[in-house]
């Protein structure tokens, strides 16, 4: 797709939605989660079983992706926030936020908060760096709170009803892989809306989009 054609539909949409993977943080210099920390493939460290019993080495990963908190967002990032396109994110940086966008739903969780299954206190993240393992005031240890692989997604029901009701649907960057993430298209679709696929270059194309003119009034 052209930016101008992206244009259009962006300016002919009235509920625009996107869902958003990986891919449109590489951008800004960020990995997938295709890759291995120390030998060990970060898939198999961010579960819940690997969590409970090596929790020294899920830490030292988690601080290392704590290091995405100095990312800046890319075009692609701003030109949704700018075009007022809500957004499903099955990402953890919280790039979106940061170029301005206010209407996220984060499924897999987020890189802000530490949180007690215990007694659901929350702290922050950055308490991962003053202790090794941090631990609540219950005694319970902290795990961040992001969505390990195997557990439940949040706001599944909220990103259904986004999807029922948007008129056009941007997947950008993911592979359409993970579920239950990957039936959001087709719920959208059903539903009467338009859906476009921008995997290869989207950070380019939106930097065009961005270039090329004012915002959607």
Not at 28 to 44: E, H
Not at 191 to 201: F, L, Q, R, T
Request: charged share 25%; aromatic share 6%.
């Amino acid at each position: 797709m052209d930016p101008t054609t992206l244009k259009n539909e962006l300016s002919n949409s009235k509920h625009p939605l996107a869902l958003t993977g990986a891919g449109i943080s590489v951008a800004s210099g960020l990995p997938t989660f295709d890759i291995s920390w120390n030998d060990i493939p970060v898939r198999d460290i961010l579960t819940r079983e690997f969590f409970l019993n090596q929790p020294d080495i899920f830490y030292g990963l988690y601080r290392e992706i704590l290091r995405w908190n100095d990312v800046q967002p890319n075009s692609a990032h701003r030109a949704l926030a700018k075009y007022s396109v809500a957004i499903i994110t099955q990402n953890i940086d919280g790039l979106h936020q940061k170029a301005g966008s206010k209407n996220v739903l984060e499924l897999h969780g987020n890189l802000r908060d530490l949180i007690c299954e215990k007694c659901r206190r929350i702290y922050p993240s950055g308490k991962a760096l003053e202790e090794k393992i941090p631990h609540c005031t219950c005694g319970s240890m902290l795990r961040p709170d992001v969505v390990l692989f195997g557990d439940q997604i949040h706001d599944w029901e909220q990103a259904v009803e986004q999807a029922q009701k948007c008129d056009l649907m941007l997947v950008i960057g993911t592979s359409l892989q993970v579920a239950p993430a990957n039936l959001l298209p087709g719920i959208a679709q059903r539903n009467g809306a338009k859906v476009v696929i921008i995997n290869e270059d989207s950070e380019s194309l939106f930097k065009k989009l961005l270039d090329s003119g004012t915002k959607k009034q």
